[in-house]
């Protein structure tokens, strides 16, 4: 079945630093990924969709130029978190959706973030 | 915008079956869906119903009602292994919204 692949799962960075989360889509072509943030005890928010080949689509109250997402080819999106804080970490899930229509999205495993 | 809504927490015993709802209001609405999410773990898909009507897959159902914005799923012969949150997601291919997730607890 269709895979999509998290990398790293688990991350500790020092404030101030920056980290690139990678997301793959194994065995099929994503030409859109989503990235989405969950912190405990809440649900998953979208943050960004991830266009190959164009700018991504970031939603209200996220910063593009802290959360950087390149999607350069139909299997590869990265999520770079610059200047890391504390208030950063976070669980960081991307997507992918498999069918034309939409009707099955795979996730990735996540990758948790931690800032210290 | 989308605005969805389901339980926070649950409780049933093992062996029973449990229904979770969930009610949604949204703008482009093309379908439905269900993940379970273990703590700590990127969620899982378990449906996606376009379609009114009930799906049944193994021991997991879901079922969908567009002119009333209203899901369900259902869980058959509950194993502790159950045990999760469990998702309700509306949307469509662009745009995926999640609710806050029902965590279901099976007891003994």
């Known amino acids: 079945g269709a895979v999509v692949s998290q990398h790293p799962s688990w991350v500790i960075c020092k404030s101030g630093t920056s980290v690139k989360i990678e997301c793959r889509s194994l065995?099929?072509?994503?030409?859109?990924m989503f990235w989405y943030r969950q912190f405990p005890k809440q649900s998953l928010m979208l943050m960004a969709t991830?266009?190959?080949?164009?700018?991504?689509?970031?939603e209200q109250g996220v910063e593009k130029d802290k959360f950087l997402i390149n999607h350069a080819s139909l299997t590869l999106s990265t999520l770079t978190v610059t200047s890391a804080h504390p208030e950063d970490s976070s669980f960081y899930i991307c997507?992918?959706?498999?069918?034309?229509?939409?009707?099955?999205?795979?996730f990735g495993e996540g990758s948790w973030l931690t800032v210290v | 915008g989308q605005n969805i809504d389901q339980p926070t927490e649950m409780t049933a015993t093992e062996g029973a079956i449990v229904q979770i709802n969930c009610t949604y209001q949204?703008?482009?609405?093309?379908?439905l869906f269900w993940y379970q999410q273990h703590a700590g773990e990127a969620p899982t898909f378990l449906s996606y119903?376009?379609?009114?009507g009930l799906e049944e897959k193994g021991r997991f159902s879901s079922f969908l009602s567009r002119s009333k914005g209203y899901s369900y799923l259902l869980l058959k012969e509950l194993q502790m292994k159950d045990s999760a949150s469990y998702l309700c997601?509306?949307?469509?291919?662009?745009?995926?919204?999640f609710g806050i997730g029902t965590k279901l607890q099976v007891i003994p």
């Open positions: 997507s992918a959706n498999y069918g034309g229509q939409g009707n099955t999205i795979y």
């Open positions: 065995d099929f072509q994503a030409t859109t």
């Open positions: 991830s266009n190959e080949g164009s700018k991504a689509t970031y």
């Open positions: 949204t703008s482009g609405f093309n379908g």
């Open positions: 119903n376009v379609l009114d």
């Open positions: 997601a509306a949307g469509g291919y662009q745009k995926v919204t």
